[in-house]
């Protein structure tokens, strides 16, 4: 194939039923195919996704050659996110709106350009329980990013949206594209001078500015902490490194933020689902995240299976079988506490209090950071304590497994042994706890597995 005389070095002789690629320049270290041959290789499907280095000069002739010669998909980085629409057979409107494409795919006659970034952005901050309907936004810079995003703001919803920028005039651009896109007044230019302008309140603050991707960066504004503050929440677009300065500000006031590789992996989530006409699970996508990270930031944890959930979701049977299929030593931290203590949990709730219990879970975790070549399952509780789910995380892959409230309860209605379902209302209790613990588990995880559906061998398949 002509279009492989693009492929970086290590890709030139990459053969596979099918072709996904990406086209930019430089292109070395993209980590694109993290995401898609991880996806490939876990849905069975015969795809290889190669980097093209290519130059502004054979953008055209390559969208072409990789058209005729089959190539399935193919996503698109700098510096030709503007200028390969004019290659394109049709652009889907997103895309037109915010000026930019980053995914082909195969039409009739060409290629259709999308962008996914949007998309992808928004599904991140979702995931993180941020809703954009009715937020209030402040963006920091004006960059090409911070159309898409401005762009994404405006489609879902929100209320009002500063972007403050050095540049007056290209925030006050974008400003006047995303309102003639609205037809209202949403999105308000601000000079970085100006910035005390933007009145009291809490808002989400999104970081778009290149600001941080260098050692030795400052922050993008020097505005101070009280300007900072302001922030309900904050994400800054780059990844790497994984804390900026950005993100060191919102830590040290106390405010949740995240940094932009989630926003890469559900840009390349979408991308793949539109190129194969498929749904990616919410399990195969933390895997995928799992695997960005550990090419990215290394791996720092163990070997070992971690299993939380609330009560009845599976830990103990699915762990006791896993351990039995894999040949791995299985601990209940439950059961490892009981024989410490000499005592049931029961007896250390009523004699020693929950405190007490809580702790000893603590110290559990410490110790079997040494251990290897286990599954573990952790009482429903553990987690709960932030300290304990940072530890999770360096003794193995945290599997949190996930029942809906009717599976559990029907699980669990006739056990006696659970002190916080000795009450008058069980069923609604655990509606309760799970509303409250879903998302802290989430976080605490690394991959989500279902349990209120298929057998235990589908299951099992699904963790390892």
Known sequence: MEIMK???????????????????????????????????????????????????????RCVKLAYDEGVLGLNITVPHKQHVMESLVDVDIAAKTIGAVNTLVRVEGGYKGYNTDMPGLAKALETEGIALKDETVIMLGAGGAARAVAYMCVS????????????????????????????KAVVQAVASEDYKSIPDGKYLMIQCTSVGLHEGDGMPFDFGD??????????????????????????????????????????????????????????????????????IYGKKRGDNIVLIGYMGAGKTTVGKALAKKLGYEFIDTDLYIEAQE????????????????????????????????????????????KENSDLLKEVGTVYYLMADADTTYARVKHCTNRPLLQCDDPY?????????????YARACHIRVRTDHGTLEEVMDEIK
């Not at 004699?351 to 599954?375: N, P, S």
């Not at 609604?428 to 802290?440: C, H, N, S």
Request: hydrophobic residues 40%; contains cysteine.
């Open 226 to 295: 009280v300007f900072y503050a302001i922030a309900k929440a904050g994400v800054d677009l780059i990844y790497n490194p994984a804390q900026t300065p950005f993100l060191k500000e919102m830590e040290k006031l106390g405010v949740p933020a995240v940094n932009g590789l989630k926003m890469l992996l559900y840009q390349g989530i979408l991308a793949y689902e539109l190129w194969n006409n498929l749904t990616v699970s919410e399990t195969l996508t933390d895997k995928v995240y799992l695997a960005l990270q550990d090419a």
């Open 342 to 385: 000499e005592m049931t949990i029961p007896d250390i709730f009523e004699k020693k209090g929950e405190a007490y219990f809580r702790a000893l879970e603590t110290d559990v975790i410490r110790k079997l950071r040494e251990k290897t070549h286990c599954v573990i399952a952790t009482g429903g509780g553990l987690p709960l304590r």
């Open 6 to 60: 693009y492929a970086i070095q290590g890709y030139e002789d990459v053969a596979a039923e099918h072709l996904l690629g990406i086209f930019g320049n430089p292109i070395k270290h993209t980590l694109s195919p993290v995401i898609h041959d991880t996806l490939s290789d876990a849905l069975g499907l015969s795809e290889r996704y190669v980097p093209f280095c290519v130059e502004d000069e054979d953008l055209s």
């Open 428 to 440: 609604t209790k655990i509606q309760a706890m799970m509303k409250e613990r879903g998302p802290v």
């Open 156 to 183: 879902y919803g929100a209320k009002q949206v500063y972007i403050v920028n050095r540049t007056y005039a290209h925030a006050q651009a974008i400003a006047d594209d995303m309102n003639a896109f609205a037809g």
